[in-house]
């Protein structure tokens, strides 16, 4: 697989990462030298490459993995393993229909999108026009663009879909959201919510419990990275160990 | 959305959960009364019946993530969360061709399946012929059965196929496998590697390092569950704390 | 080291303990045959003897932490590693003077009395008479006797003692103690409690804040065992992960 | 409790601490201003005092926790946590007789000494005398030098003590000094040994099992800080989630 101009790459050097365009006659800055774009154009990816202070870098197609962590210098909420485990158990695969409440920066609305994709669709709020006009750009930049509808709105409020498949909320008051929620998911459908409070956690459990919900869970994902080296391999010390917590239920029929 | 005759269907008690084929004229025995299913039938989804000692039963459609805990009674390894964390991490997504090595109980064949329809492919290996038989006929049951190639072969001697997406191993010995996989993924491409010990995962990155990989990574994901009630709210006593590591790495061109 | 006749000890049979008292002419009985105690007098701690079925047992002299699991079978509260951290944190060491808040089954007293002993001391209150007696009974058994003085008395409501290094809570209800506690402790003395659930931290963390505390921490101590095994190491896949929350904070000077 | 000219006391400002000794006429210099001491002394533990800047620093006495972490700022090995287990568990307890390998900054040295003394002994091995000089200046100024006897030694060859309760270890290769400590330990005694890396813990382990050594167990300590805060209670995000591994051991008799 050739590079192209035009192509977003992944930078790669000693563990920082860089997500930028390929654009032919121009260069890219790093504090390890500049890199020349016309030296990555019809390289091949995986290739190793050398700026201009003569460090290597490598080039990689960027992953679904590297497009969140780009968005998430913006905000500072929702991590790739939150994301993961968010997608896998409220089922988000091809064809099924999902209302995102809180498009946030869009990272979690780029793995939706691409899951359901191309049959599915992804409906996402945000009561921020500017945050909405930004993941559109990123959804579209990735050909995403019509899987989601980008709506401006406060799911608190009113959700005009209905009978879709999963609601899943990244806003600071999920709670408020779950009467309307309940009119919107298809019985059996399912509900995930990510919050980084427990006080947040224990208002959305006691209104799902309210509100026609079973099957009401809740989880906190650990990742935990280890270095290995031969004959000296241990966790690194020092991590992230708390993002948010994941609520999940599953709406009965009335 | 109403159950069907030959639906496969969740039933749900108190934490206990069953999955099951509705079948007409036909009843299901739980250790608190039978369920008739021809009450089921006609019925929606996330309705409650009542069995024949007069509990509540809820019925539900099956998630991905319920197929995974149904096959996991065969063996004992990877659970949702894992397989969560190697698809996003992996970056499986529709289109994607992957090639798995160790089909197992076929639970991660089900997610990557899914997750690469329609359009994508999953090649799945596995030395043992009724494993390959037994998944088969899960991916078939979910209609799948044209997104999975099953193949009778070692991944640790031979893959077929070249330039693929990404390679997921859960076999014994990953570390093995390596030397083969790097001519069949295609430069940039995506390794993903389950082991339950620690040993595996170091004899694993050691191999990787020697083998033109990069971005080597060693994660565990500890998913921790909390009980949220009112004024009583902790992190449930006893849980499962290790499952196994994984291991991640990117192949760079020659 | 010899074993008497009157002595404690821990049996020991592949990872089941019990801890018995030496008596001469009796026998303890065991799932894997009886232990003619004979048999262990005038033998040196750590020997391995067999019991009437064939079975090797160890016995060892018994730990502080051995006490504390013999102890923690009455109720399934406090234990060890959160025993641990309270005691170093709260500066528990010998000539200090400590007030514990419910006495409970004596588990935290054994401990307290065995570290500020001999010149320190220990008062231990509980509402419960039953438990005062059962507690004096195992800490006279270990002659720490004249190190505790037991008080039937609530601490929410009243304590005695005054100017003390620190104060100790392990009831249901510890933000209650705290204006009790702020004319107890000596100024800049530390306050130390152990509560299951997150609605009673943030009670107790509340109420510290408006008496005068600062220095106000929430820990969870989480030990995770490892299988350590060659070429199959890895933790434990089921463990306790939560025990409780311990709260910690220093009194100011008025 | 008065603070006077000589005392060692424990500065705290908004999460920073700064152990230090009172001297009059002198002054101490923070980011936030200079004290004064000389507005120290005389004054009770626990009082408020305002920096030259205006700020409030506390002025509490310090905890064995406080005397650890300000040992700890010379090396990066050893947490207050993993001593408070290790302590427990190793049944360190007034009167009781411990030797140490690995004297390093002399913090579990100190903690140590504090438990068992007036009437137990602790003797402290080292390879370097630097080390063992500046523990030995850190233990006397807390009044407990004549507990400890520090000795230029390698543990892996040579112990002099015999009959000893428990060995603790610190060093980088424990397990070349089992064969030593099994000639050292009573009986029933207990081993402990803290190492970074799981390669450690695993040599460690396969030798106590050629030692005669039983109830052998491997435990990692996390402990995880909540920040909380009315209606926004979680845990703090980025933490120390590894310091090392705490090996338990006891000594079978011949």
Redesign the interface.
Known sequence: ?VINDGDLVLL?HKGYKWLIKVERNKVFHTHKGFIDMNNIIG??????IKSSSGYDF????P???DFIMQLRRRTQIIY??D???I???A?I??GKVVVEGGTGTGALTL?LA??V??TGKVYSYDINVENLMYAKKNIEKLGLGNVVEFKVGDVTKHINESNVDAVILDIPTPWLAIPVIRNVL?????FASFS????Q??QT??MLENNRF?????????????R?K????????????????I?LA????T
Chains 1, 2, 3, 4 share one sequence.
Do not use: W
Not at 58 to 61: A, E, H, L, P
Not at 214 to 226: A, H, K, P, V
Not at 234 to 245: A, D, E, L, M, S
């Open positions: 697989m790669v390289k091949e990816y995986g290739t190793t490598y080039i990689f197609y992953l679904m993995r790739p393993k994301i993961a485990i997608a896998l158990y089922d695969r091809p793995v691409s899951l994709s191309p298809k019985p059996s459908g399912v980084p409070t427990i006080e956690v224990i459990v006691n079973s099957e009401i869970e809740c989880y906190e994902c650990i990742m935990r990275q280890l290995v031969n004959g000296m391999t241990r966790p690194f010390h020092r991590q992230i160990v708390h993002t948010g917590y609520v599953r709406l009965l029929a």
